[in-house]
């Protein structure tokens, strides 16, 4: 596709399970980035990858959290034992190189019952 | 601690009259700043940026001014159209691009026809 794309668009799940959300990024783009945005809140900040490493993990809220990129592509956020406060939408975004504009997906929205 | 701030969480303005969105940073060490444009379930886009070496963009009828000296910028949209209606996210970020985003909480703008 010609844009970002995430999926599941939504996920209900109940408190204690885990959930794995996954990025594609635009194709090509080396830079991905992971963003949550909780009811009346801006974007949070959570980690970003250049190619496949992850320079900066202090974003990320607990180590519940997890991240990870294979082949300088897809991304997976992996949230183990899922509390309600984790409810929110994750937002993915690429770019073509660190620094550069960015380009989000439509996001996914989590809620943990 | 927000470093990122947009006090007002909502405008109302009507169509064809101007629309100002501000925003107010913290940290000195921010010289990049971008305007996203979010609509409901989308992924926020791109709208405008601005350099710190700079203290004025206008890209169509989209002008974003930076004072450095009072750490403000605003968004001025004019005239403003129905399909502006939109969350508007004000993010900043430090040596020239190269740090992750930090946004603000968003200004929801409803132009009124």
């Known amino acids: 596709g010609a844009g970002v794309s995430q999926s599941p668009s939504n996920k209900v799940t109940e408190k204690g399970k885990d959930v794995e959300l996954r990025c594609d990024p635009i194709?090509?783009?080396?830079?991905l980035y992971w963003y949550r945005q909780s009811l009346g809140q801006g974007l949070e900040f959570l980690i970003y990858?250049?190619?496949?490493?992850?320079?900066?993990k202090s974003g990320l809220p607990s180590d519940r959290f997890s991240a990870e990129r294979t082949g300088g592509s897809v991304s997976t956020l992996t949230i183990q034992r899922t509390q309600q406060e984790d409810s929110a939408v994750y937002l993915c975004?690429?770019?073509?190189?660190?620094?550069?504009?960015?380009?989000f997906g439509p996001g996914t929205r989590l809620t943990v019952l | 601690d927000q470093q990122v701030k947009q006090n007002s969480p909502s405008l109302s303005v009507q169509e064809g009259r101007i629309s100002i969105l501000n925003c107010d940073y913290t940290n000195s060490m921010f010289d990049y700043f971008l305007w996203y444009k979010k609509y409901p379930a989308e992924g926020p886009t791109f709208l405008i940026s601005i350099s710190s070496i700079k203290d004025k963009n206008e890209d169509g009828r989209f002008t974003v001014f930076l004072n450095k000296s009072a750490k403000h910028l605003s968004l001025h949209i004019v005239p403003s159209q129905p399909g502006d209606s939109a969350v508007y996210f004000c993010a900043a970020s430090g040596v020239s691009g190269n740090t992750p985003l930090v946004f603000g909480k968003g200004t929801r703008l409803s132009v009124i026809a």
């Open positions: 194709s090509g783009h080396t830079a």
């Open positions: 990858f250049q190619g496949n490493s992850a320079p900066d």
């Open positions: 975004a690429s770019s073509l190189v660190f620094g550069n504009e960015q380009f």
